[in-house]
């Protein structure tokens, strides 16, 4: 049973396009939503977190839909630097002290020149 | 320097031998936690530490077990290696009052012959 499923990758995108990648998740009492992104063979790095009513970081537009058990991630004007991997993690811990982060396998973007 | 640190950051040792990974942390976090990253997998708790005298298994912590020797040292131990734990391991640490955002060591890159 996949718990928090990622749309396949890779995405190959030209520079300056619009990628929007999208992310299920089973456990409809999640708590918690972010976006991370991992360069190859780094650490994964928070991108952002998720919020109910949606947020925006410069380019990035992340997006919850509670109702369809869904989050979103949208990049306007790619750049090169945005090749990367994507993971989509939920916390699907409920009640004070729990934890249970859970990671998408995440989603190959190379943007080209 | 680096908030999380991890050693080694790589080892490639011989089935049956004992391996013991060390992550230290300089953030003053409480939330320590023991991850592996498989190709097409992503990524999967090991075992996880709300504060030192907090232990909890996580998904997959069958032949690993842990220490907390204080509160900035979290130390990852194979008993006897398999070729199947192959993999790259990282460490994270949280601040549950930081929505639990995961920092994460530069990893480890373990080879089981």
């Known amino acids: 049973r996949k718990e928090v499923e990622q749309d396949p990758g890779p995405f190959n995108v030209p520079e300056g396009a619009t990628v929007a990648f999208n992310c299920t998740y089973s456990n409809s009492a999640s708590q918690s939503f972010f976006w991370y992104r991992q360069d190859c063979r780094k650490e994964p790095k928070l991108l952002m977190s998720v919020y109910s009513s949606g947020n925006e970081d410069g380019r990035f537009t992340a997006q919850l839909n509670r109702a369809s058990q869904y989050i979103s991630l949208l990049i306007r004007d790619s750049k090169l630097s945005d090749s990367a991997t994507y993971l989509c993690?939920?916390?699907?811990?409920?009640?004070?002290?729990?934890?249970?982060?859970?990671f998408g396998k995440g989603t190959k973007l190379s943007v080209i020149p | 320097d680096a908030d999380v640190t991890q050693t080694p950051r790589n080892r490639i040792t011989k089935t049956g031998k004992r391996i013991m990974l060390e992550c230290s942390q300089t953030?003053?976090?409480?939330?320590m936690y023991w991850y592996r990253q498989d190709p097409g997998l992503g990524l999967r708790l090991i075992y996880y530490s709300f504060d030192v005298k907090d232990i909890n298994k996580g998904e997959i912590s069958d032949g690993y077990s842990v220490s907390r020797q204080a509160q900035a040292k979290f130390s990852l131990s194979l008993e006897s290696a398999i070729p199947n734990q192959t993999a790259l391991y990282f460490c994270a640490t949280s601040d549950p009052g930081g929505a639990d955002t995961q920092y994460f060591g530069p990893g480890t890159r373990l080879t089981v012959l």
């Open positions: 993690v939920v916390n699907m811990g409920s009640g004070a002290g729990s934890y249970q982060l859970t």
């Open positions: 953030k003053g976090h409480d939330r």
